[in-house]
């Protein structure tokens, strides 16, 4: 059975930093991209950043560009997004997904295309 569960979600007050992991079992995606979506109250699910299967490559959503840091480590099975100077927009539930493709870039931000998912863990930062 995949999984792909996160951690690391909290309050924190705006400018501050959180910390996300996503870990995986079930098989191994260090051949797939892995991104991040959020979904903020009554708003569509919406991509944050991808990274590629090494780690060479990553996109950004223009909102999160500068702040936020995505990465992976396949020997743990776990991709991070590590999250500062943090505004009360960022407030969100933060989903991992996975692309079951392997090796496609650049990567997919229609959630749509990612088979692969997380329960989620909720940001709330406070203003």
């Known amino acids: 059975q995949v999984q792909l569960v996160e951690s690391g979600g909290g309050l924190v007050q705006a400018g501050g930093s959180l910390s996300l992991s996503c870990a995986a079992s079930?098989?191994?995606?260090?051949?797939?991209?892995m991104a991040w979506f959020r979904q903020a109250p009554g708003k569509e699910r919406e991509f944050v950043a991808a990274?590629?299967?090494?780690?060479?490559?990553?996109y950004y959503a223009d909102s999160v560009k500068g702040r936020f840091t995505i990465s992976r480590d396949n020997a743990k099975q776990t991709v991070y997004l590590q999250m500062n100077s943090l505004k009360p927009e960022d407030t969100a539930v933060y989903y991992c997904?996975?692309?079951?493709?392997?090796?496609?870039?650049?990567?997919?931000?229609?959630?749509?295309?990612?088979?692969?998912w997380g329960q989620g863990t909720q940001v709330t930062v406070s203003s």
């Open positions: 997904a996975a692309d079951s493709a392997a090796y496609r870039w650049p990567p997919r931000q229609n959630k749509y295309e990612y088979d692969y």
């Open positions: 079930g098989r191994t995606f260090s051949r797939n991209v």
């Open positions: 990274i590629s299967w090494r780690g060479s490559n990553i």
